[in-house]
């Protein structure tokens, strides 16, 4: 089964508002990665937080990371309309990677 | 540097038929990795190559392979196609296998 899960599915939020979306992941990790996927392309990786680090932060982007509860979350600040997009969580559990679901966030203008 | 790139990026294959994917890994990648991304299962490990050996591979049937040779670049192949394959498939490569660049992926299409 899938290593990780994010919560919520579907995120609709202003221009301006914050965004956050949370991970939950199954097994121990090396380090958590973020990605965002604009329709159906590839994806771009936003923040790695390895697992002996509790926050981290890139530009408008807050992530943290909770190993004793296995979660995860990521903090958009200040969201743009370019800011629309599904973002995944990734555990790198050593041997693989595993994506988690993915939460459909739609920034309106 | 340049980035991932993969071809083709589109392709109509009929059942039963095999193909191969190619992907081209940013210049001093060792590590590529294959994914299959679809609407129901979401993004799924296949398979990592790092310097031209299979270092890990995820839970796919053995009609899914791939190689990489000496010059980093990966082959992914697919033989006797199944409705079931229609997906998009993405290759990302990496140093050391941690942050990944993805590519633009191949929109796979089994009829």
């Known amino acids: 089964s899938q290593q990780g899960e994010e919560d919520p599915q579907a995120l609709s939020i202003q221009e301006g508002e914050n965004a956050t979306m949370n991970c939950s992941y199954k097994?121990?990790?090396?380090?958590l990665q973020w990605y965002r996927q604009n329709s159906g392309r590839g994806l771009v990786h936003l923040i790695l937080?390895?697992?002996?680090?509790r926050e981290k932060h890139s530009g408008r982007l807050r992530v943290t990371l909770d190993t004793s509860k296995k979660s995860s979350s990521l903090l958009i600040t200040a969201s743009r309309a370019a800011d629309t997009a599904s973002y995944f969580c990734?555990?790198?559990?050593?041997?693989?990677?595993?994506f988690g679901t993915g939460t459909s966030l739609t920034v309106i203008p | 540097k340049a980035g991932v790139t993969q071809t083709p990026r589109y392709l109509i294959k009929t059942r039963g038929q095999q193909v191969t994917l190619s992907c081209s890994p940013i210049?001093?990648?060792?590590?590529v990795s294959w994914y299959q991304q679809t609407p129901g299962q979401g993004l799924q490990f296949l398979f990592e190559?790092?310097?031209?050996?299979?270092?890990n591979k995820g839970n796919f049937p053995g009609r899914f392979s791939g190689r990489q040779f000496s010059n980093s670049r990966s082959e992914m192949n697919v033989s006797t196609l199944e409705l079931g394959d229609s997906a998009l498939y993405l290759c990302?490569?990496?140093?050391?296998?941690?942050?990944?660049?993805f590519g633009p992926g191949t929109r796979l299409t089994v009829t």
């Open positions: 210049s001093g990648h060792r590590s």
């Open positions: 097994t121990s990790i090396n380090n």
């Open positions: 990734a555990t790198d559990a050593g041997n693989q990677f595993y």
């Open positions: 990302a490569s990496s140093t050391y296998g941690d942050e990944q660049y």
């Open positions: 190559y790092f310097s031209e050996t299979q270092r």
């Open positions: 937080i390895r697992s002996n680090e």
